[in-house]
């Protein structure tokens, strides 16, 4: 009896240990992203659905607004109603399976850069991630439709995260933290490229991403692999004690 008790336990603890992660990562996106429409999800621990949580409280109540559902689009538990834009998980889910997170915003200067046709790409130590440019979804529309969600499933192919022309991001990782992280940097690098090309920037030049990867790799030979990153770990500390932190320039 006891044996067959356990499971469903570990599967309680992790869906909690999801949506507590999920409650971190929608505060430092509003924060960084400055946006209130966002929202992140990743799977349920059954593989039987997602748990998506949005920026903004749920539009009755004052409930966070943290949902689950089925990849049928059909509401299993939670509070508020399905996000509009469901399809970007479901669609992402079942085309990459070594995704597990997801997150879509509206980062102001990836939506400057994507109508410009200016992928956000590795140009500094920490965007080595986006390697010589993140895809740019070229309607500018709301995802709504299944056939949408898999075609910007499609353009997103195995990359971290893509643009959507005139709309905003998505960005995925194996974990909430590095999906979360992966939409921070998107959007810090955009504003690093669009401020290097009031300077003239046109492009790294041959052999600047390389020699930024080789390094990297030499970096984290040198340290210790954690639960979560660095990052991840400043944030949700200042989170517990209800502070804020610098984002540099806004």
Same mark, same amino acid.
């Given at each position: ?53 949005? &920026? ?12 689950? &559902?089925?990849? %049928? ?9 399905? @996000?509009?834009?469901?399809?970007? /998980?479901?669609?992402? &889910? ?26 956000? %790409? ?8 986006? !390697?010589?440019?993140? @895809?740019? /979804?070229?309607?500018?529309? /709301? ?22 022309? !005139?709309? !905003? ?15 921070? /940097? ?21 052999? &600047? ?5 080789? %390094? ?25 004690? !209800? ?5 540099g320039w806004a």
């Amino acid at each position: 009896m006891k044996k067959s008790k356990r499971p469903g336990a570990r599967q309680r603890t992790a869906v909690k240990r999801s949506e507590e992660e999920l409650s971190i990562a929608t505060k430092i996106l509003e924060w960084e992203i400055g946006d209130i429409w966002g929202h992140v999800g990743v799977r349920l621990p059954d593989g039987k659905g997602i748990a998506v949580q949005l &920026f903004r409280r749920a539009e009755e109540g004052n409930k966070d607004w943290l949902v689950h &559902f089925d990849y %049928s689009l059909q509401k299993l538990s939670g509070v508020g109603t399905i @996000p509009r834009e469901a399809v970007i /998980y479901t669609e992402i &889910f079942k085309a990459r399976p070594d995704v597990n997170a997801a997150v879509h915003c509206h980062a102001a200067m990836c939506v400057a850069l994507s109508i410009a046709d200016k992928p956000v %790409s590795c140009v500094h130590v920490q965007s080595g991630r986006f !390697g010589r440019g993140v @895809p740019i /979804y070229p309607r500018p529309i /709301y995802i709504l439709d299944e056939s949408e969600g898999a075609e910007l499933a499609r353009t997103l192919g195995d990359a971290n995260g893509m643009m959507i022309k !005139g709309h !905003g991001i998505v960005t995925v990782g194996k974990t909430i933290d590095e999906a979360c992280m992966n939409a921070v /940097y998107m959007e810090r690098t955009a504003k690093i490229m669009a401020m290097a090309q009031l300077f003239g920037f046109t492009g790294v030049p041959d052999g &600047f991403i390389g020699q930024l990867s080789s %390094s990297k790799e030499k970096l984290l030979s040198r340290g210790r692999r954690l639960p979560h990153s660095a990052e991840w770990n400043y944030c949700a500390d200042k989170i517990k004690k !209800g502070e804020r932190w610098t984002r540099g320039w806004a």
